[in-house]
DNA sequence: GTCTATATAGGGATAGAC
DNA sequence: GTCTATCCCTATATAGAC
């Protein structure tokens, strides 16, 4: 019996047994891969044997899906806020400056999602109910959508890629710079791909 | 015993087994991921059993580590072309302008790459001698120099992620377009990524 | 809430016949 | 060059004691 109705939020006062479990799945998950992580380190980790992980996580699967889903209520809110609009290059601007602040905060989470991709359409083919508006599965849907221009369409996933290039590949090359410095040199260089000035067009 | 030295170029002419089973892996460990890819699934697909891929490939790790040193030849030429140099964005952008042209005809290595990077660190740790000057590791010390600007490094970072973004991620939308015109648009990316016009500096 | 012990399956890899 | 048969190990997951 589970100790508590699964929370997805993150943790508020001491770290729960729980919580100390997706922790360490989030490092190793990313360190390694979901696949190469085995419950035996994890547990070995945590301290405890392996069936204390089954007390709180029914399945391996489990412990990846509550990342997953972690990470999932930021995609939503930002998908809410300029759903379904006529997409052009400077809304998808907006779309991307309201992204670079979540992406800061929630840089590890991102990174256990982009390394662990495999994995991740696999768990959703089989548990996430249905068409549930993923992040990904929106910008796939849109970049293929042949009614926007192929050349926006193509800045649109650049500008997108380029986040990605700074915050997540590289093994955080900028994980010391701040925040704040990082977020507005982004929002320079989305605009740049977005809404170049007049010499390149 | 092998039935030859061990090739790490492209097929020739009657696909071999051994180019067979290459062919098969770079599939399947870019869907599936290489650790949730078993030798018995790769065996069945090629439509012998699972003893016969080890009478190609001594080592499970032996397949993915000839599809990494396949990509590697490329990624070796683009480095000695510019090789450390004063690496100033424009320079940048010269090397990824070769880069495209190698992305392009390379798509599926490089999806592969991108999307097994935990497999492959560990292959590296374990098996490739030293440091053999890895694209993505000289990328990585490069944009972790302090010597040149911030601004400039991210810049550098984002404008290689921008063409991640089109060519690797979001399942390949601009699989049908045709090589020549997505480089063009890409180059025209890298180029206002990296020297912006004075609207924007 | 955590443990030990165990069931069961599947993985990578080897030996040796053909 | 390919097969069958098999070994051994580790993985996930469960049952039930404490």
Redesign the pocket.
């Known amino acids: 019996?589970a100790?508590?109705t699964s929370s997805v939020a993150a943790p508020e006062g001491d770290p729960?047994?729980?919580d100390r479990i997706l922790d360490i799945a989030l490092e190793l998950f990313t360190e390694q891969g979901y696949?190469a992580?085995?419950?035996?380190?994890i547990?070995e980790r945590?301290?405890?044997?392996?069936?204390?992980?089954?007390?709180?996580?029914?399945?391996?699967?489990?412990i990846l899906l509550t990342l997953h889903l972690r990470l999932h209520e930021f995609g939503a809110s930002a998908m809410e806020a300029v759903d379904e609009q006529e997409w052009t290059p400077q809304a998808w601007a907006d779309l991307l400056d309201l992204l670079i602040d979540q992406l800061l905060e929630q840089r590890a989470l991102f990174l256990l999602q982009e390394r662990n991709r495999a994995a991740l359409e696999k768990l959703h083919r089989e548990r996430h109910e249905s068409d549930h508006d993923d992040l990904d599965a929106t910008f796939q849907r849109i970049l293929a959508n042949p009614k926007i221009a192929l050349g926006d369409r193509v800045r649109m996933a650049c500008a997108f890629g380029a986040l990605m290039g700074a915050l997540v590949f590289n093994g955080n090359a900028f994980a010391d710079v701040p925040s704040e410095e990082l977020g507005d040199l982004l929002r320079g260089v989305v605009h740049d791909v977005l809404d170049p000035g007049p010499a390149t067009r």
Chains 1, 2 share one sequence.
């Open positions: 019996m100790p508590r729960t047994t729980r696949e992580t085995s419950l035996r380190q547990a945590l301290g405890y044997s392996k069936a204390a992980v089954y007390y709180h996580f029914a399945t391996k699967d489990d």
